[in-house]
C-alpha cells in the first residue's frame, strides 16, 4: 500500500499540506516516509561517498531522489513541510538524527537519551524533557554505532559501554542491552564552541570579582590548584577559566581521558588516553601519560580529572618542581577530596602508609577549590580552601573564602554571599614576593576580609 493510500485508508485530510495529519497519525507516516527516503537514498547511493561531496551537491543528490519518491507515491507536501523534510532526511545520512538540533541549540548543555522515546536536556542548569523521539530502538543503535565507528570504537554485546567524542568535541556516553535494561541510552556533554571567561562566571554568580582577581593571582604564582565537585559542577569551567591565566610563556602539557580542556596560550601539547583496541591491547592510561609530561620539559601540567592511580604521580610531580599544576577531583566537600585522593594513592599500590600519603598531599597542594551546581541551576564557588600543612597526623586545612546561602527567592534563586573568613592565607607572602600583589591591592584583599 502506497503512503497515499494508507492517508485515505487512516482518514487523514488530504488538504495539500498534511498540516492535520502531522498532530496525530499523519505525524507517524511522515517519520515513514522519511524512513523510507533515508532507505531509497541508502539504496541508490553509496553513503560513504555521499558524505565527501560537498554539502550543496550532497543536497541536490537527495533533493533529487526526494523529488521522484513524492512523485511516485503521489504526496503533496508544501514548501515548508519539504523543506523539514529534506532536512531531517539530511540530519538521518550526515548528522545524529533527531538530535542534531539539539546540537545546535546553544542553550542546550547536556543531551540525555533515556530511551528511543525520552529524550531530556539541559538548559541553564535545570532538566527539561523534550518532543524528541527516535523511530525505534534499531534507531537509536544506528546513531549510536555512527558516533563511535567514527572515533574507530565499538560497542556490542561484549563490549555494552563506551566513551567516545563527537567531532566537535562533545562528549559522549552510551550503554546498550543487557546493561540498559529500557533499551540503549546516551548521553552527550555538549562542547562549547566559544569557551567562557571570567567575566561570564562573575555574571552567572559562579565568583565575584575580588574572588576572580584573587583567582588570577594564584594562578600566576603558581600555586598547585585542586578543583573539586560533583558531576556537572562545573570543575573543566572553571579549570579551563583558571587556565586562562597561565602566562603565553610557559610550556603547558594538557593530560585528560576526553580532550575538553580549550586552552587559548600558544605553547600547549595536548594529550589524551585511549581505550584498548578490539583485541584487548593497546590501552594508554592517565598514569602513563602523566609519567611521560614529566620528560617532555613542562612549565605546568593539567590534568583534566584525577581518577586512579595517576594521582600519585600527579602529586610526585607537584613536590619535584613543577608547580602550578592544575586539576580536578570528583568530591562533595575539599576534606572529602583530600579522602578520595588519598584512596586512589593506595591504588597506586604504592605501599606508602597514611601519613605518608597525607605529608605527600599536605606538601603538594596548596589550595582546594569546591565547585557545587546549586538548587537553582547555577553553578558556584562555595569555598577556597588552603592547605597549611599537617596537624599531627592530618592534613591541616583553612577556608578562605566561602559562599554563605541565606535562602532561596520566591522565583527559586539561592540568595546568598560570598564572604572572606578573615584568616589571613599563607599564600598571600607568596604573592608579594613573587610581586604579584601590591600593597594597596593587599590592603583590598585585607577589607575584604573583614567583611
Known sequence: ????????????????????????????????????????????IDVSNLVRLDREKAQHEIRAILE???????????RGEEKRLLREVEDETFGLGPLEPLLSDPTVSDILVNHPKQVFVERFGK???TDVVFRNEAHLRQIIDRIVSHVGRRIDESQPMVDARLSDGSRMNAIIPPLALNGPSLSIRKFKTDPLKTGHLISFGTINEPIAKLLGLIVKAKLNIMISGGT??????????????????????????????????????????????????????????????????????????VRGAEALDMLQAMNTGHEGSLTTVHANSPRDALYRLETMILMAESN????????????????????????????RMVSLSEVTGMEEEVVAMHDIVVFEQKGVSREGKVVGDFRFTGVRPRFLDRLITAGLLQKEDYNLFQGVARI
Do not use: C
Open 232 to 305: 556537572g559542577s562545573g570543575k573543566t569551567t572553571m579549570l579551563n577559566i583558571l587556565s586562562g591565566y597561565i602566562p603565553n610563556s610557559e610550556r603547558i602539557i594538557t593530560i585528560e581521558d576526553a580532550a575538553e580542556l580549550q586552552l587559548q596560550q600558544r605553547h600547549v601539547v595536548r594529550l589524551e588516553t585511549r581505550p584498548a583496541n578490539l583485541e584487548g591491547r593497546g590501552s594508554i592510561h592517565q598514569r602513563d601519560l602523566v609519567r611521560n609530561a614529566l620528560r617532555m620539559r613542562p612549565d605546568r601540567i593539567i590534568v583534566g580529572e
Open 352 to 379: 606508602l602508609v597514611e601519613w605518608a600519603i597525607n605529608r605527600q598531599m599536605a606538601s603538594a597542594i596548596d589550595v582546594v577549590i569546591q565547585v557545587s551546581r546549586m538548587s537553582d541551576g547555577v553553578r
Open 127 to 129: 532538566l527539561e524533557l
Open 1 to 44: 500500500m502506497s503512503l497515499r493510500e494508507r492517508l485515505r485508508a487512516e482518514q487523514v485530510p488530504q488538504n495539500g499540506n498534511l498540516r492535520d495529519a502531522v498532530s496525530a497519525k499523519g505525524e507517524k507516516l511522515f517519520q515513514e516516509l522519511k524512513a523510507k527516503i533515508h532507505s531509497e537514498l541508502i539504496n541508490r
Open 68 to 78: 521522484k519518491l513524492l512523485l511516485q507515491e503521489r504526496i503533496p507536501l508544501n
